[in-house]
């Protein structure tokens, strides 16, 4: 079986015991480390630690985030069309302050980059601002479809493929294909800040759906342009990161009225075009937001965070094959050592990989205090566990 095939085998539970890992997100701090440890300097880590198989791509197109370093890593943009120009506000020395591609303006480390930002300023405050930021929003910008999106192209792609595959419709890949996707509490709280659109939500709450809906819009069009060229996905992801390590940074009743019935429309037009994987990201504690995305229509989940409590054994007996598991392996035994990443492995992937329905994947981005021969240790563990023929 080629991947694409191993992929919707597994989504179906109909794989158990194939250890298809995803995507592993690794902090670029994390990889300037293994540089160090023997990863050659013009290697993509992602290509060398895939270990020649598993590879998952995304449509080139431009819609949700987009980021500003290498290989998935923040800062994360809001998928804005055109760019804000970046411009260095002020030089204070160690530190400088940024308007950043998205809008937004902060204050930055100027010699570790991968620092959070200190969030000064934010492009989106009052109904006024939104309707200016809206017009970088358009689904229709051309500056968004990429010339040749329609075909395979390999220079864009991740991962190396067949060579044959270049140029050739999208239609006669061997791989998964995905989108990005829906953002609708996620993106707006990082257009407005989080205060502000916590305010928002109880101040101005028609400004807040007047936002979600054309989120909603901005992705179903982009999502309908796509089916009109004849392409089929594999997986829509979607992104929200609206929890922290307890629980939701919203109460139930909020993410209902603004998520519940948008994520709906989205699934069901998703589903009517074929597409059979539909995942949210959505970091922190889930036991507030879990039970709302599975009423949305959304089958699969990422990356339940241990250190925030997520039980990924319990969501499985709660929400059966409704629910596609993806991560929940403890990044943190990585950097321990053989043992740790033995006793993980058993822990999680070991029983999840028997049901079926799973997808392998560490809790969130490798972080640098993982070696390069721990990792490669922990990738060849999780392949011996492979009993899917």
Known sequence: MNDRERFLSIARFERPGDPYDFHQWIWLETVERWRLEGLPKEANPLQVVSLGQDHTEYLPVYNTIRCGRPYFNPPYYVAVVPWFERQILQDEGETELVRDED?????????VPGVLPQYLEYPVHDRASWREYQKRLDPQ???RWPAGWERIDLR???YQHDPLLQGRPWGERDFPLGMMSLSLMGLPRNMMGLEAYSLALYDDPSLVEE???HMLY?????????FAAGISLDFCYLWEDICYKTAALFSPAIMRRIMLPRWRKLTDFLRAHGVPVIVVDCDGNLDEFLPLAVEGGINGVLPFEVAAGNDIHAARRR???NLILFGGIDKRALAEGRAAIDA????????LLAQGGYFPILDHYAPPDISLENYLYY?????SLRTAV
Do not use: C, F, H
């Open 141 to 143: 910008t051309p500056e």
């Open 379 to 383: 990738k060849l563990r999780l392949k």
């Open 103 to 111: 809008g937004m303006v902060y204050r930055v480390s100027k010699s």
């Open 156 to 158: 864009r792609t991740t």
């Open 211 to 213: 936002i979600a809906d």
């Open 218 to 226: 901005w992705n179903l069009q982009m999502a309908a342009k796509v």
């Open 319 to 321: 929400y059966g094959k």
């Open 344 to 351: 993980e492995l058993d822990r999680v992937a070991r029983p």
